[in-house]
């Protein structure tokens, strides 16, 4: 209770002190009263410092991302319902084989290629937890209105791989029929399909990434986005607070687009080894474990285990695999409260490190990357308080 009271007086000034607020989210955010969400997206940057803006810039936020929904998900519906009614319609100008790369067709197929990687990856988030599975309380009513039947992004994907599953050609051109139920032992069928009207909460992250993909062509999605974009938006849309939980779909597609232009550069191949980019960080988490622990370190390199194998995963997805939802939350707190961003993550996989050190050193290779594909220490608190002495001991 002393805790949230502290919380409480900083979120309680007309201007939010940062550096106290980032002092305070260090050693956890409370879950109580929506803490957690309002202190993200203020770490995040989402939300101002001074909070008479607050609702102004919420308004303006989500009505930009109906905008992008009507955009980019219910438009091409529309045009391809359009297009596809009658023949007569389509004229030669744009028709679904046309090659000119401006035709309104040729977005489309090429969106259902990023389309069926994202529902790929999303439909397998967090199998452990049946959130994702199941309906949220706040469907997006603008694409499930049944007066206007638009496609939503699910009746996309299961037309496009119906139709990709039939006829699979072949290199030499030789066209197999196959059986749909061949192809893909993830098949639809696994998941209960929801009444019309209702959405599963995998399909409002589905809809973000799209969204996301379309915004920033440049990198587009990326597999591991969706590890990212999991925790935010399941804290969003867990939120006590059902004025912030009704609108968390927004609101998370802003604090992941934030988060993404802070970590992007993880994601895009061709920085890989600039000073922005994953290999740079791998190496600053070896160098580090090299002044805090050398003999660990040796250890390492003589068993030829490059950060590579391991801390590529961590670091591009804030751990986001390795631990529960829950303690990744935790380990997130830690991190956006972090004022030389992420930082303190590579201190955090220093300390994972560290703290196997004894069954590291007697481990061969084979073990040892079992122990660091597969990290053994559940205990986050036990992580983060060793992470902060190794930052406290520079």
Same mark, same amino acid.
């Given at each position: ?12 000034e ?8 980032r ?5 956890g ?5 929506g803490? *957690?969400?309002?202190?993200w ?5 989402y ?11 919420l308004k303006?936020q989500r ?15 529309i ?6 009614v009658?023949?007569e319609d389509?004229t ?5 084989l ?5 035709? *309104?067709?040729?977005t489309y197929?090429?969106d ?11 439909r397998?988030?967090?199998?452990d ?8 309380d706040?469907p997006?009513?603008l694409i499930?209105?049944p ?10 994907v ?5 139709k ?19 192809t ?18 995998w399909?409002?992250?589905? *809809? ?5 993909a379309?915004?920033?062509?440049g ?14 938006y399941?804290?969003?849309a867990?939120?006590p ?5 009704e609108?968390a ?9 934030n ?24 190496e600053?988490?070896?160098s580090?474990l ?8 040796l250890k390492l ?8 194998f391991f801390?590529f ?8 695999q ?6 990744v939350?935790?380990i997130w ?6 004022d030389? *961003? ?9 300390a ?8 590291l050193?007697?481990g ?14 559940s205990?986050v ?9 190794l930052?406290?001991s520079?």
């Amino acid at each position: 209770p002393l805790r949230i009271a502290d919380f409480q007086e900083v979120l309680g000034e007309p201007t939010v002190a940062l550096a106290k607020l980032r002092e305070l989210c260090f050693s956890g955010i409370p879950f109580d009263g929506g803490l *957690r969400c309002l202190c993200w997206k203020i770490l995040l940057n989402y939300l101002p410092l001074e909070k008479a803006l607050w609702s102004s810039l919420l308004k303006k936020q989500r009505d930009l991302y109906s905008q992008f929904l009507k955009e980019m998900i219910i438009q091409p519906g529309i045009a391809k319902a359009n297009l596809g009614v009658s023949r007569e319609d389509v004229t030669l100008e744009d028709h679904p084989l046309n090659p000119n790369p401006d035709s *309104r067709w040729n977005t489309y197929f090429k969106d259902n290629e990023v389309l069926l990687q994202i529902d790929k990856d999303v439909r397998r988030l967090y199998p452990d937890m049946a959130f994702f599975q199941r309906p949220t309380d706040y469907p997006c009513l603008l694409i499930l209105d049944p007066q206007n039947e638009f496609e939503t992004l699910r009746r996309r994907v299961e037309q496009t791989t119906l139709k990709s599953q039939t006829v699979a050609r072949n290199r030499s051109g030789v066209t197999n029929v196959s059986s749909p139920l061949k192809t893909t032992p993830s098949s639809l069928s696994e998941y209960e399909v929801l009444p019309n009207g209702c959405e599963a909460h995998w399909e409002v992250v589905e *809809r973000i990434l799209f969204i996301y993909a379309k915004l920033n062509p440049g990198i587009a999605y990326v597999q591991g986005m969706n590890e990212i974009v999991g925790p935010l938006y399941y804290t969003f849309a867990t939120d006590p607070n059902s004025e912030w939980k009704e609108h968390a779909e927004a609101d998370t597609f802003f604090c992941f687009t934030n988060l993404m232009a802070e970590i992007r550069d993880n994601f895009i191949k061709s920085l890989d080894d600039s000073q922005c980019g994953i290999t740079y960080k791998m190496e600053k988490v070896y160098s580090t474990l090299k002044e805090k622990d050398v003999e660990l370190y040796l250890k390492l390199q003589e068993q030829n285990i490059k950060p590579q194998f391991f801390a590529f995963r961590w670091l591009t997805l804030l751990l986001s695999q390795e631990f529960l939802l829950p303690d990744v939350i935790r380990i997130w707190d830690s991190l956006f409260a972090d004022d030389k *961003r992420f930082d303190f993550l590579l201190l955090v996989c220093c300390a994972m490190l560290t703290l196997i050190r004894d069954q590291l050193l007697e481990g061969d290779f084979t073990l040892n990357m079992r122990l660091l594909q597969d990290y053994p220490i559940s205990d986050v608190h036990l992580i983060l308080k060793k992470a902060k002495e190794l930052q406290d001991s520079k």
